[in-house]
């Protein structure tokens, strides 16, 4: 039983969801040739992580009447313990933050402008994703728009590991300006199709409720066969094209090409699995599971051959 409360505290207080940011983030500098950024970037990258999802739906679980599910149900049975643990992890990434602003401020003057705007408009999207996440711009959210919210997710994600790593190696590094390069945006385009079909799935868990309270996501707007050969399928195509011409610019061998092709493989197996009634630790341990196996696969690709 404790075993259970230890793997539902590790997926529920989302930090697999850190770990997938890092390993993507790592993924990111090897398969575009770059260093690795130091620890610092990587610490910001997963307690930021952890910080942003647990406020949200901590957040959004006490201001709107929601469907007791069993990640609902942990949060309000660990109420006093995620409150603390939000606390240090606040104080640590400000701490952090604070460090690595005093270490790299001289280099902000000399990375590209366009570099700059950029990143704000992920962190940007990133906020009016929630709408209690901004309170004083009133009461929207791109999350109540059900078609547009796994694309604005993957998008956050994608630029969070596709983006941000390169941009933190142009920052320590002046004059690279390796965030505008053609590849770094083929690199956010596979990874921004590949999580959005991430999230599209994961809006199936939650159709019943959505329909309910007429959220038009994918799944309630056009049904799971449609859903699937009409959206999943054609952006699993795209996503691995992009892939494909990047990795032709990158000019990887075959072994590397078809070991990084295999998530997909995975995705289209788990899809046909997809009409069958699965838990909460189901989606956020399989389906979201395959952005840790994206970014394995493209690491050992990277370092093993």
């Known amino acids: 039983m404790k075993g259970i409360d230890e793997i539902k505290g590790f997926f529920y207080g989302n930090y697999f969801y850190a770990i997938c940011a890092v390993a993507l983030s790592i993924e990111c500098s090897l398969q575009l040739g770059l260093p690795l950024n130091n620890v610092f970037y990587y610490l910001l990258i997963g307690f930021a992580t952890i910080l942003y999802y647990t406020h949200a739906y901590y957040i959004e679980i006490k201001r709107t009447p929601t469907t007791l599910n069993d990640r609902t149900a942990w949060y309000l049975r660990n109420k006093k313990k995620i409150e603390k643990r939000q606390l240090i992890l606040t104080f640590l990434l400000a701490t952090i933050t604070l460090l690595v602003v005093n270490g790299l401020q001289p280099h902000f003057s000399k990375v590209n402008t366009k570099s700059w705007l950029i990143l ?34 993957g998008w956050v994600w994608a630029g969070t590991v596709s983006f941000s790593p390169v941009f933190f190696y142009d920052l320590s590094n002046p004059g690279q300006d390796k965030s ?102 189901y989606y956020l341990a399989i389906i979201d599971g395959l952005m840790l196996v994206k970014a394995i696969c493209g690491i050992t690709g990277m370092l093993g051959n």
């Open 180 to 281: 505008l390069d053609t590849l770094t945006g083929l690199l956010f385009i596979k990874n921004w199709l590949f999580i959005s079909i991430l999230c599209i799935l994961f809006d199936i868990k939650d159709y019943a409720n959505d329909a309910n309270q007429h959220l038009k996501t994918w799944v309630v707007q056009f049904g799971l066969r449609k859903t699937l050969f009409w959206v999943i399928y054609p952006m699993t195509i795209l996503s691995v094209l992009a892939y494909w011409i990047f990795a032709i610019g990158q000019e990887f061998s075959i072994f590397r090409i078809l070991f990084n092709s295999i998530p997909y493989v995975l995705l289209i197996t788990v899809c046909t699995f997809m009409h069958q009634r699965k838990s909460i630790l």
């Open 120 to 153: 704000f408009i992920f962190f940007v999207i990133g906020i009016a994703y929630y709408k209690h996440m901004h309170p004083f711009w009133g009461k929207w959210g791109l999350r109540n728009n059900g078609l547009i919210k796994p694309l604005i997710i």
